[in-house]
C-alpha cells in the first residue's frame, strides 16, 4: 500500500474509533490516551495523523456536515413539494442520528462541554445553516400557495428544527436507547397538519 493510502487509512480508523468510543462510553469524556489504546497505537503516533483532538472532533464535524447537507441539496433539487421537502430533510437528519450514535455526541454537544469555542460554534452553525434551508424551503412554499398557516417562516422553521435537536439529545441522554425515528412518523403528521392549516 502506498505511504499516502495508508495515512489516509490511518486517519480514517482513527475517525472510526473515536465514533465508536463516544457511542460505547455515553456521558464519559473521550481522552487521547484510551483514544490511543482503543487505536492500537501510541499517543505520539495518533498525533502524528491529528495535532488535536479538537482536529479528531472538527474532522467528524466535517463528515456530518458534508453527509446531512450533500444529501440535503439533492432533495432540493429532485422535489418540489415544500411539505415533502421539509419532511424529508427532518428525516434525513434523524436517520442519520440513528445510524450514527456516536457522532449524534457532537451534534448534541455534550462532548464538547471543555473543548475549544470554534467547535461549539461549528456545530451551531451547522443547525444555523440547516434552520435556513428549511426557511427557504418554507417561505417557497408560501409563495407557492402550498404553506398557508399564517406564521412567519422563522418561526416555522425553529420550531420545525426545535423538534428534531429535541429527538437527537433525547437519544443521547437515553443512552442510545430511544430511537430518534421513534413515533417520527406520528410526530410528522401533527407538523404537517399544522403547516397545512389555513390561518384563521
Known amino acids: 500500500m502506498p505511504r499516502s493510502e495508508a495515512k489516509i487509512s ?23 490516551a484510551g483514544l490511543a489504546r482503543a487505536v492500537g497505537v501510541s499517543e505520539a503516533a495518533l498525533y502524528r ?3 488535536s483532538k479538537a482536529k479528531m472532533f472538527e474532522a467528524l464535524i466535517e463528515f456530518i456536515e ?8 439533492r432533495i432540493l433539487e429532485d422535489d418540489k413539494n415544500s411539505f415533502r421537502r421539509c419532511e424529508k430533510m427532518l428525516t434525513l437528519v434523524l436517520g442519520f442520528a440513528a445510524r450514527n450514535p456516536g457522532l449524534c455526541r457532537l451534534m448534541a454537544g455534550d462532548v464538547l462541554v471543555g473543548e475549544t469555542e470554534r ?29 398557508r ?3 412567519s417562516a422563522a418561526a416555522t422553521a425553529n420550531l420545525l428544527l426545535s423538534v428534531v435537536e429535541g429527538r437527537i439529545h433525547q437519544y443521547v441522554r437515553s ?12 410526530q410528522w403528521q401533527m407538523l404537517l397538519s399544522m403547516l397545512q392549516q389555513d390561518a384563521v
Not at 11 to 29: F, K, N
Open 10 to 32: 490511518r486517519r480514517q480508523h482513527i475517525l472510526e474509533t473515536l465514533a465508536q468510543e463516544l457511542e460505547q462510553s455515553p456521558g464519559e469524556r473521550i481522552t487521547t
Open 49 to 51: 495523523h491529528f495535532p
Open 66 to 73: 458534508e453527509s446531512i447537507f450533500g444529501l440535503t441539496n
Open 119 to 147: 467547535l461549539r460554534t461549528r456545530i451551531s452553525q451547522f443547525y444555523e445553516r440547516l434552520e435556513t434551508q428549511l426557511r427557504q424551503v418554507i417561505r417557497e412554499g408560501e409563495m407557492n400557495r402550498e404553506l
Open 149 to 151: 398557516h399564517g406564521f
Open 175 to 186: 443512552g442510545f436507547a430511544r430511537s430518534p425515528m421513534e413515533m417520527w412518523d406520528d
